[in-house]
């Protein structure tokens, strides 16, 4: 039966993500879901289909791959009256889902363990190699640069000026992606993080070598 559940929730995400280019394609939601369920295992806590189900939907109600945040809720709505979950389940995959988003640093209070990994999880595939490779893959669909060094670092931001807000790739490092490692909530992702964050500064460190041709 939950087997089942999760098959057709692979083939509507399978479908609704495909072709996308802001980063939340379907490879990275099944990078979320393997990286949710290993923490998962190694924490020894959490329900693992709860997990499985969340990371497999976190993106589809994203408001940058829907026409509007209520499109995005209206449509995985539509999806879970057809599938006939529990209701708590549902509330519950729904609270996740909701809360777990990074927008600009917001920081919301998670309740559950499982909102907690599943955020792990999703924060995991940000940074490291994946994460380099995301952000510019973002960086270009959205037409900016991958640096220029007359922009400043902008520290605290309003949700609105985090999604507009003139910027970089490389900017969106000290923006985001090296604060992640810290906001980690469980010690199965902290330790999955620090190689992965020395792979980021690495690539900053060689990165400015070579912008300013410093390198040989
Ligand atoms: P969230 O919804 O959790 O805030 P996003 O959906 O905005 O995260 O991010 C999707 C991917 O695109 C992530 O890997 C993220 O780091 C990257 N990304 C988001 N905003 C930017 C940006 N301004 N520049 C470069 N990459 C970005
Ligand atoms: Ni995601």
Redesign the pocket.
């Known amino acids: 039966m939950k087997n089942q559940i999760i098959k057709r929730t692979e083939v509507f995400v399978r479908k609704e993500l495909g072709e996308d280019a802001?980063?939340?394609d379907w490879f990275h939601v099944d990078r979320v879901r393997r990286n949710a369920l290993h923490i998962c295992t190694e924490e020894k806590t959490g329900d693992p289909f709860i997990i499985e189900m969340a990371t497999l939907l976190h993106d589809i109600p994203?408001e940058?791959i829907n026409e509007s945040a209520e499109a995005g809720t209206a449509k995985l709505n539509a999806f879970f009256q057809s599938v006939g979950l529990a209701e708590e389940t549902e509330n519950h995959i729904n609270q996740i889902i909701e809360t777990i988003?990074?927008?600009?640093g917001r920081k919301t209070k998670l309740e559950t363990v499982e909102a907690k990994i599943v955020q792990d999880a999703?924060r995991l595939?940000?940074i490291g190699a994946i994460?380099i490779a995301?952000?510019f893959a973002?960086?270009g669909k959205?037409g900016?640069l991958i640096y220029d060094p007359n922009i400043n670092v902008r520290e605290e931001m309003s949700l609105e000026e985090y999604r507009k807000g003139k910027?970089t790739?490389i900017h969106?490092f000290y923006e985001?992606?090296l604060k992640l490692k810290d906001l980690l909530n469980t010690e199965s992702a902290k330790k999955m993080a620090e190689s992965r964050q020395q792979m980021m500064l690495r690539f900053l460190e060689q990165f400015y070598l070579e912008w300013d041709g410093q390198d040989s």
Do not use: F, I, P, V
Not at 101 to 104: E, N, T
């Open positions: 802001t980063g939340h994203d940058k988003s990074y927008k600009g999703d595939d940000a994460g995301r952000a973002y960086g959205k900016q910027s790739s969106h985001k992606l």
